[in-house]
């Protein structure tokens, strides 16, 4: 069973800082997902990536498959990124069944 | 990219009714939905795996008797909460995905509460 564990739970930063979010787990994967969840509960999908690197505006996500670890970053942080972060690990080649992390709160003050 | 539309977004119901939540994949054929629940301040968790036109596979401790899943065109998946209580309030989303591509596309979610 794939152990996905993210770091930290909670983040409060300062609009503008720079923010990294952690990801590891416990048995390969073939791919990864970052997810962003509102409040209101809705998932949207920010990135899926099997290595290397991803970038989409203001948000960058890399993966080291040998090291098992995964990272989100988020330059320039605005209020409106405040959401909880989630990673989300496929189980095995062909499989898009997901084992989840618990989450990252991120708020983002002005 | 992909949407995978999820109704209702919201609902409130009375203790011993049932509940049906649909996931229409509106722009590919979605031919496994996951359904996942969250509870508050926990990740989302497995519940069951439909493949289209057959049964559906559920995680251990899920009972298949109360969280109906129909599962019956390449486009539409349904949950349905039967006789519902207090303690099937909770979030339930789902994910479809298709033979062609591993990527999974999210509903929005339903907040399920029962009084």
């Known amino acids: 069973k794939n152990e996905v564990e993210q770091s930290p739970q909670n983040l409060t930063a300062q609009e503008g800082e720079f923010i990294t979010i952690n990801c590891s787990y416990s048995?390969?994967?073939?791919?990864l997902h970052w997810l962003q969840q509102h409040p209101g509960g809705g998932i949207v999908s920010l990135f899926m990536?099997?290595?290397g690197k991803k970038k989409h505006g203001r948000l960058i996500a890399t993966i080291n498959i040998q090291e098992k670890h995964s990272s989100l970053h988020i330059t320039a942080s605005h209020p409106r990124d405040s959401a909880v972060y989630i990673c989300?690990?496929?189980?095995?080649?062909?499989?898009?069944?997901?084992?989840f992390g618990k989450g990252t709160k991120l708020s983002v003050i002005p | 990219g992909a949407v995978v539309s999820q109704h209702p977004s919201r609902v409130i119901c009375k203790s011993g009714t049932s509940v049906k939540i649909e996931c229409r994949s509106l722009?590919?054929?979605?031919?496994?939905m996951f359904w996942y629940r969250q509870f508050p301040k926990k990740s989302l968790m497995l519940m069951a795996t439909?493949?289209?036109?057959?049964?559906?596979?559920?995680e251990q401790g899920v009972e298949k008797d109360k969280f109906l899943i129909n599962h019956a065109s390449l486009t539409l998946s349904t949950l349905t909460v039967t006789s519902a209580h207090p303690e099937d309030s909770s979030f339930y989303i789902c994910?479809?995905?298709?033979?062609?591509?591993?990527?999974?596309?999210f509903g929005q979610g339903t907040r399920l509460t029962v009084v």
């Open positions: 439909s493949n289209e036109g057959s049964k559906a596979t559920y």
């Open positions: 722009d590919f054929q979605a031919t496994t």
């Open positions: 989300a690990a496929y189980s095995g080649a062909g499989s898009y069944q997901l084992t």
């Open positions: 990536l099997s290595s």
């Open positions: 048995v390969g994967i073939s791919a």
């Open positions: 994910s479809g995905g298709t033979d062609f591509n591993t990527e999974a596309f």
